[in-house]
Structures are given as structure tokens and as C-alpha cells.
């Protein structure tokens, strides 16, 4: 039997990319998974290629730009599954600019998608994990540092890491790990056409937080580059 066979994962911006990279990693686990993408037929990509393995699959869409639109995903994802696994991988980058014109208009849509829809999401799935004693929740962090042109972004993976520490400390007592995961600088979208990995490279180390033992790390921030074949 596979280690996640018949769990469920839900995971944040996995119509594409990373996340779908993700997705089909917990698939090969024997996990369930729900695709979120930010538009209906967005998951459609996803969705065709988990289906080459033996699983459950379903898929929610909506922007996490729009605290309404998470509200509604969390009600009908609570009102069908139980989630065992989440990943908060939906990010955005702020444009490239100096740091003197980042507009604060520009600085709360990054911290909205890559910091406050996760707060939002974690607060609504963890009660249950603890309630049925296990849970396992991955944050997707950053090892950007440097580029002050990117301040926003960089600051709100910070936030995460330091956030990530917390909520980790706070269920000490449990056996909800939650943990952190660096990627890697990855051609994605996100990552642009000149970054050193392909995208492929996210795993297997992307998985090691899932595939943690009961009681396992917490609080770490895990490299997925670490991980590569």
C-alpha cells in the first residue's frame, strides 16, 4: 500500500507548474487530490494528467485575490472531503521596479495571494486535522534575497517562513507538521525562460514534507533542490 493512498490533498495554484508538478507527485503516492486553478477550465491540463493514476480527483477554482471567492471554495471543499495534506503554492510576483516606486497597492496583492489566503486557508482546514490527529501542511517559501526590485515578493516569502515557525510551534503538541518548502528558482511562469532548473526538478523533494513519519519535522524549511536525482 502507498504511504498517502486514499488521503486527500488539496493544493493551491496546481493548474500549472509547480504546483501541478506537485499534484502529480502526490498522486503517485496513492493520494487524492483536488486541483485549484483561478478560472473554471484552468484545471482542465491537470486533470487530464493525474488521470493516468489511480485516484480520486477534483478540482476548485477562484481567485485568491478575492477573500469571497476563498470562502466559497473552502465551504464546498469542506462540505464533500476531509482534507489530510494542504499546499499553499499559489504565488505572485510584484513587477520588477525599483524599490522607491513598489506602490502599497502593489505590496498588499502579493501579501494577499502568498501570505493572507493561506492564514485564511490554514485556518479553516487545521481545526479538522487536529480533530482527527493528522494533518500535514507545506507553505511555499523562497530562497530569494537580494533584489531589492522584488522587495514585495521577498518580504512576503519572510513572512511566510517566520509565519510557517509559528503555526508550527503552536501545534507542537499534535501531529500536524507543518513545514515550509523552498523550490528552487525554476522555469515556471513565475520563475522566467533563464532560471537553472526546469520545473521537473521540484521533485522528489517537494514531497518530503508529505511524506514526513507521525510526529515528524516541523517548523523546517525544506529544499527541494536538495532532493534532486
Known amino acids: 500500500m502507498k ?8 493544493v493551491t495554484g496546481s493548474s500549472r507548474g509547480i504546483g501541478q508538478q506537485i499534484a502529480m ?12 486553478g483561478r478560472k473554471e477550465g484552468n484545471t482542465n491540463k491537470t486533470i487530464s494528467l493525474l ?4 485516484i480520486k480527483i477534483d478540482a476548485v477554482y477562484g481567485e485568491l485575490t478575492n477573500i469571497e471567492d476563498i470562502k466559497r471554495m473552502i465551504k ?7 482534507i ?11 513587477k520588477w ?6 506602490t502599497i497597492d502593489e505590496w498588499k496583492d502579493v501579501f494577499q495571494i502568498n501570505l493572507f489566503s493561506m492564514v485564511q486557508l490554514n485556518n479553516a482546514f487545521i481545526p479538522d486535522m487536529k480533530k482527527k490527529g493528522y494533518g500535514r501542511v507545506i507553505n511555499l517559501s523562497s530562497g530569494i534575497k537580494d533584489i531589492p526590485q522584488m522587495a514585495p515578493y521577498s518580504a512576503s516569502k519572510a513572512a511566510v517562513d517566520k509565519y510557517t515557525k509559528d503555526l508550527a510551534f503552536e501545534l507542537k503538541d499534535t501531529n500536524i507538521l507543518v513545514n515550509a518548502l523552498d523550490p528552487g528558482w525554476l522555469r515556471t511562469d513565475l520563475g522566467g525562460e533563464y532560471a537553472p532548473n526546469k520545473v521537473e526538478s521540484v521533485l522528489p523533494g517537494a514531497l518530503v514534507p508529505a511524506l514526513l513519519d507521525d510526529n515528524g519535522e516541523r517548523g523546517h524549511i525544506f529544499s527541494a533542490q536538495d532532493y534532486r536525482n
Not at 507527485?25 to 485549484?36: E, F, K, P
Not at 464546498?76 to 476531509?82: D, G, L, V
Open 3 to 10: 504511504k498517502l493512498q486514499g488521503k486527500w490533498a488539496f
Open 25 to 36: 507527485g502526490l498522486a503517485s503516492h496513492g493520494c487524492n487530490v483536488i486541483v485549484h
Open 51 to 54: 488521470k493516468d493514476y489511480d
Open 76 to 82: 464546498e471543499i469542506k462540505s464533500k472531503y476531509h
Open 84 to 94: 489530510d495534506i494542504l499546499y499553499n503554492n499559489a504565488g505572485i510576483q510584484n
Open 97 to 102: 521596479k525599483d524599490i522607491w516606486d513598489l
